[in-house]
């Protein structure tokens, strides 16, 4: 049996299909069942969230391997960025190992630190100190960005586009190595099949480096909206992105903290090698999205 997390995610929604193709047993972890969609057929279902303890002890009896690729870029109501990253795997890590799971595998974003200016990347390095700490043997699949056509970062992209000049985080500099969630999903389909390791790592990146200001021209360029980019310093994107949380809360269009991992570089020293060395060759993102145009 496996307990997948974040199932309804970009990153698990592409786990759980291959999964399910495969004919793998799987319980899903999930506060929604509606949102697995079909997939929702095939799979045992654990109602519960990252922020609820004891959802983790009936979600897995009977467990062998846990996919822990749940978490959040936005406080949620009555769960912080802190506790759903960072707190939640030390939790689930816990509750592993007293049911008897012989490997854990989990996402983290390349570069956490616990020093970092992104609260996500913060909880992320807390996150995995617990994981290097555990008596479960683990393995770790640190990405650069990930994404999907039509995933909820690339469509508010997308409605940018419809003004007249679209704003950049900062100067648009920060690079990554953009990463298609099924690319992704394929390289920890093979982390799976080679088995618990001790404490591995993989690091999962695209085949190419591009800045923010790259990633957003090519995004508008693929759904057909060529406008002008328009640099935003931090401190005025904080203030302005603080104001709308204030007011809207959870329901806000963007948050500080979702706009601040577009100002951060997360890339990979090996680029694609990690995921070539499980045998995927990740695609460009250019051919990615100009497949669903």
């Not at 807390?126 to 995933?151: F, I, K, N």
């Amino acid at each position: 049996m496996i307990l997948l997390t974040g199932a309804t995610g970009v990153l698990g929604s592409a786990v759980l299909r291959r999964l399910v193709a495969r004919g793998e047993l799987v319980r899903c972890l999930v506060r929604d069942a509606r949102r697995l969609g079909p997939e929702r057929m095939h799979v045992q279902l654990a109602t519960g969230d990252l922020a609820d303890p004891g959802a983790f002890r009936n979600a897995l009896r009977g467990v062998r391997t846990v996919i822990h690729l749940a978490g959040s870029e936005r406080d949620q109501p009555g769960a912080s960025i802190e506790e759903l990253d960072g707190l939640a795997t030390w939790r689930l890590l816990r509750a592993a190992e007293r049911a008897g799971a012989e490997h854990l595998l989990w996402a983290t974003p390349l570069g956490a630190t616990p020093h970092h200016p992104s609260r996500v990347l913060r909880a992320k390095a807390l996150a995995a100190r617990a994981v290097a700490d555990a008596e479960v043997p683990t393995t770790t699949l640190a990405t650069s960005l990930v994404y999907a056509p039509g995933d909820r970062r690339l469509a508010r992209l997308e409605r940018l586009g419809l003004l007249p000049a679209v704003p950049l985080t900062g100067r648009g500099a920060a690079r990554t190595q953009p990463l298609w969630a099924d690319d992704a999903a394929d390289g920890i389909l093979a982390a799976l099949e080679h088995g618990p390791q001790g404490h591995a790592r993989h690091e999962l990146a695209g085949p190419e480096v591009l800045t923010h200001r790259q990633v957003v021209e090519l995004v508008l360029h693929a759904a057909g909206r060529r406008r002008p980019t328009v640099p935003i310093p931090l401190v005025a994107l904080r203030a302005s992105l603080k104001a709308g949380e204030l007011l809207a809360g959870p329901t806000t269009f963007a948050t500080w903290d979702e706009a601040l991992m577009l100002a951060v570089p997360m890339l990979s020293d090996g680029g694609p090698a990690g995921l070539e060395a499980l045998g995927v060759r990740p695609r460009r993102m250019a051919d990615v999205l100009g497949a669903y145009t």
